[in-house]
C-alpha cells in the first residue's frame, strides 16, 4: 500500500538487512506482478517504515506492542502485508501469522495467494493451521538447515484462533520462541468481543 496510513508511535529505525525484501520486490512486485519500479520502491519502503514501528525482535527486552495500517480498497494490501512479513523474517522474527480469513474459501484464497507471491524461493514455509501443524513440525522447520522462513496462515475464528493459541503453547515448552508477528488482514470483523467477556472467558471473538 503505497498510500499506507500508519497509526503508530514514531519509529526506531532498527531494521539492518533488506536482500530477501528486495528479491520479492523485484521478482514478484515487478516481474510477476508487472508493477512500475517506482511504485514497488514506495511498497519496499512502506514495508521497512511499518516495520520500524514494531519491536526489535533482537533486543533483550521483552515487548508487546499493537499498530494499525489503513489503506484503500484495493490498494494492494496483500502484497503490502506480504512485503512486511518478507522484512520481518529477514530481520529476526521467527514467525509471521497471517489472520487471513473469516471463512474457510477467503482463508484457501489469501493462503494461495501468499504462496504464489513467494514461488521463487524455497526459503519461505507457508503452513496452515489446520490438525496436520503441531509444535513439533514448526519445530523441524525452525531447525531446518536451509535457514526456512515459516508463515502460518489461520482463520480468525474461536476454533482456529484455540488452536493455534495451544500450538504456540506447546511449542514454547520444546523450542526457545522469542519472537511472532501477528498480521491480522480481518482487523474489521471478528474483533474482541466486549459485551459479555467478564461473565463467559469463552465470548471473547464474535465470530461472523
Not at 28 to 53: C, D, M, R, W, Y
Amino acid at each position: 500500500m503505497s498510500g499506507a496510513n500508519i497509526i503508530k508511535k514514531k519509529q526506531n529505525n532498527w531494521t539492518k538487512s533488506f536482500q530477501l525484501l528486495e528479491d520479492f520486490r523485484e521478482k514478484t512486485l515487478e516481474s510477476k506482478e508487472g508493477i512500475p519500479e517506482k511504485q514497488t520502491i514506495k511498497i519496499k519502503e512502506k514495508a521497512i517504515e511499518i516495520l520500524n514501528k514494531c519491536p526489535n525482535p533482537k533486543s533483550n527486552k521483552k515487548k508487546q506492542e499493537v499498530g494499525l495500517v489503513m489503506g484503500d480498497v484495493q490498494s494492494g494490501k496483500t502484497l503490502s502485508f506480504t512485503s512486511l512479513a518478507v522484512s520481518a523474517l529477514e530481520n529476526g522474527y521467527e514467525i509471521v501469522i497471517l489472520l487471513a480469513g473469516t471463512k474457510q474459501n477467503l482463508w484457501d484464497q489469501n493462503h494461495n495467494r501468499i504462496k504464489d507471491c513467494l514461488y521463487y524461493s524455497r526459503q519461505y514455509a507457508i503452513s496452515k493451521n489446520d490438525n496436520a501443524l503441531s509444535a513439533q513440525s514448526i519445530k523441524a522447520i525452525l531447525n531446518n538447515s536451509l535457514n526456512r522462513h515459516l508463515i502460518i496462515t489461520s482463520m480468525k475464528n474461536t476454533n482456529g484462533l484455540n488452536r493455534l493459541k495451544k500450538t504456540i503453547q506447546d511449542l514454547i515448552k520444546i523450542h526457545p520462541l522469542k519472537s511472532i508477528m501477528i498480521i491480522d488482514d480481518e482487523a474489521d470483523q471478528a474483533s474482541m468481543n466486549t459485551k459479555d467477556s467478564e461473565n463467559d472467558p469463552n465470548k471473547t471473538i464474535n465470530d461472523p
